[in-house]
């Protein structure tokens, strides 16, 4: 296979070909921010999170579904991309109900691990406070839609690592909502296996375990690169 | 034409009032009023959440008392789950409620009320507050916020953290402290005890001194509410109803919690946000009663511990019997601080804390669940009622301020009546209205938890008493 090499923020980096401009920078070390990035399901690029800048580029670029070029010039901390990266985590916290405080994912939240690291002190744009569903129906599970970031990830490991896509997306903008088969009450969609991959891979308190209180909602996204890697023998 | 006299704000209590008296043609006080100017929403917005949420949230409700709304809730949740939490449970749960009791009352004792009572009424208002205690004695005031800090270390070391621990939870609880964990609480008991008991000998020294205020500080009959044991002990966490008169006659006994609905009804005036429950049986606004650490140790037959039993005796013979001033609430605060260290003494050697099992698992079994324990100020009532799957569909919190809402009206009135006089507000007089209101130690923010919206009256008044304006929403 052959090698790429090109330059992030001035390093020069070493990239197989048909790796991703992502996949480089974390195997250097070079923190890149990511939200719908899931290992072991496909890369969608939809948060936008993970834009960076190439040289002679005037577009910003998803890292996760941007594949190396050889001596492309890469920079992934401007302060353009640092303001549009905050803006993106405000716009997501304006968007639906995020009380952190008394969410069963405090302290074990990616989006609440995003607002950290880009330096959200507070939002600027007005809250759009809509009114969402908790659809707790399901024996083991519950989804809040309130914290729901429509990253996807409950979709994509559904459809490719289980199998059985019960989830998927209904509605356009602001309505968007991922769904359970045809918009049923999850405990009444027929194809879920109750397998629990949705809850292990959503990065908020938006798909949880049935009974979770603040905070306990703890879970290891790692399992589920883990079970693909050993499904597909790779280690 | 008759005046109004406003004091707002109100200073040295858990959130935002204001008062206002009213003057007949003659200057006399006509009325007063206690008017609660917070809205919080907490009975809608949390329509909608898993039930399983509802401890965490309705922490969030008081930063002074979280642990009350936290249990309270918690047992609403055992009662939805219709289990019997394991024996460890319910005893960590005790002891939080403890040192939610220590921390919350000194905190109301040492540095809200000390100033007024050591410092005196008159004593110039700029350092009539905890500070000028700290300048005046500093013995005293280092002793008080370490006895705070002592309640508060217990709750961080059940919880994880002083405030908003999210640790009680439907069934139970999450975690239990270690040997070593209680045997440090265990060492800073003595130290805790002689701080009351140097508090109780002083308070005690002062009450002749205050003689004065002890008759005109909400000193009227009414009715005690709160929970006590099988035998009328004193309760904290547990137990049944009861009501006595201000004659030490039970009106009623033994009362399931579950069933307040059928002793309390609550009425809505349309100048405060915090609604004014009364006893059912004697109607609007007869059924006036008092909640909170006087209400207890009124009701109770006794506390149940050596040194406690022996402050309530003396207490009770100062007072002639039941206690009908509200100026002894700050007695009884500290009677009950001195129960609680000795109950927390007697938890932490229970061998049923080592026990591993903590929380009970169960599902939906109930859909309605009402739970009831004691908090700093008084009893406290969460009732829910949920859907099929946990889902919330209604909910009541009754909070100890809101108990007391009556009886503050009537202590300021009282105290208006004795201490103000013509159109004037002496600086003593002033502070003895908000000292009235003071010990009730009220939780405004606690409190208004409630949902719609009720008209405010906003009054703007000169020094000499005229209306200069008047805002009606």
Known sequence: MAARTFTINDQLISAREGETILQAAREHGIFIPTLCYLDGVSAVGACRLCLVEIEGSRMLRPACVTPVVEEMVVRTDTERLREYRRMIIELLFAERNHICAVCVANGHCELQDLAIAVGMDHVRFDYAFPRCDVDISHPLFGIDHNRCVLCTRCVRVCDEVEGVHTWDVAGRGADARVITDMRQPWGEARTCTSCGKCVLACPTGAIFRRGATVGEMERDRNKIAYIVAAREQRW | ?473
Not at chain 2, 7 to 22: F, L, M, Q
Not at chain 2, 180 to 204: C, M, N, W
Not at chain 2, 308 to 317: F, H, I, P, S, V
């Open chain 2, 1 to 473: 034409m008759t005046r109004q006299i406003l004091i707002d704000p109100v200073t040295r209590i858990e959130g935002h009032a204001k008062i206002s008296i009213h003057l007949d043609d003659d200057g006399e006080v006509q009325e007063a009023r206690f008017h609660v100017t917070e809205f919080r929403g907490f009975e809608r917005f949390c329509e909608g959440r898993p039930f399983w949420e509802m401890p965490g949230i309705t922490a969030r409700i008081c930063g002074i008392c979280p642990v009350s709304h936290l249990l309270a809730s918690a047992k609403a949740g055992d009662a939805l789950l219709a289990v019997t939490i394991p024996p460890a449970a319910e005893k960590l749960r005790r002891l939080m409620n403890l040192g939610q009791i220590v921390q919350s009352h000194a905190l109301s004792f040492f540095h809200l009320s000390a100033p007024d009572l050591l410092l005196g009424f008159e004593s110039d208002p700029a350092k009539r507050n905890i500070f000028g205690l700290m300048a005046a004695d500093p013995t005293l005031a280092r002793a008080g916020i370490r006895l705070r800090q002592f309640g508060q270390d217990i709750i961080a070391m059940l919880g994880g953290s002083k405030i908003h621990p999210a640790w009680a939870v439907p069934g139970g609880v999450r975690s239990a402290p270690t040997a070593a964990q209680r045997a440090e609480i265990a060492q800073r008991l003595p130290e805790a005890r002689a701080t009351v008991l140097d508090a109780l000998r002083r308070f005690k020294a002062l009450l002749d001194t205050y003689r004065d205020e002890v008759a005109t500080f909400g000193n009227f009959p009414s009715l005690f509410l709160g929970l006590v044991g099988p035998h009328g002990e004193w309760e904290h966490y547990d137990g049944r109803l009861r009501v006595v008169d201000s004659g030490g006659a039970i009106v009623v006994d033994q009362v399931e919690p579950s069933r307040y609905r059928d002793i309390i009804a609550e009425a809505v005036e349309p100048w405060s946000y915090l609604k004014l429950p009364y006893y059912r049986a004697r109607g609007y606004p007869a059924g006036m009663y008092r909640v909170g650490p006087l209400a207890r140790l009124n009701i109770c037959t006794r506390i149940g511990t050596l040194l406690a039993d022996a402050e309530l005796g003396e207490m009770r013979q100062r007072a002639g019997g039941i206690a009908t001033s509200s100026f002894y609430y700050h007695y009884a605060r500290l009677v009950e601080i001195l129960a609680a260290l000795e109950r927390i003494s007697l938890l932490l050697d229970d061998p049923d804390l080592d026990s591993p099992r903590l929380r009970a698992e169960a599902g939906v079994n109930q859909f309605e669940g009402i739970g009831v324990s004691e908090a700093p100020r008084g009893t406290l009532f969460h009732h829910y009622t949920v859907d099929a799957h946990g889902l919330i569909r209604s909910v009541n919190l009754i909070i100890a301020t809101g108990h007391n809402n009556l009886a503050m009206n009537r202590t300021i009135a009282q105290i208006a009546r004795h201490y103000v006089k013509g159109n004037r507000l002496s600086e003593g007089a002033l502070n003895r209205v908000e000292a009235g209101i003071r010990a009730y130690d009220p939780c405004l923010s606690c409190s208004t938890h409630a949902a719609g919206t009720m008209p405010i009256v906003v009054t703007l008044v000169a020094a000499d008493g005229t209306v200069l304006d008047e805002v009606r929403r």
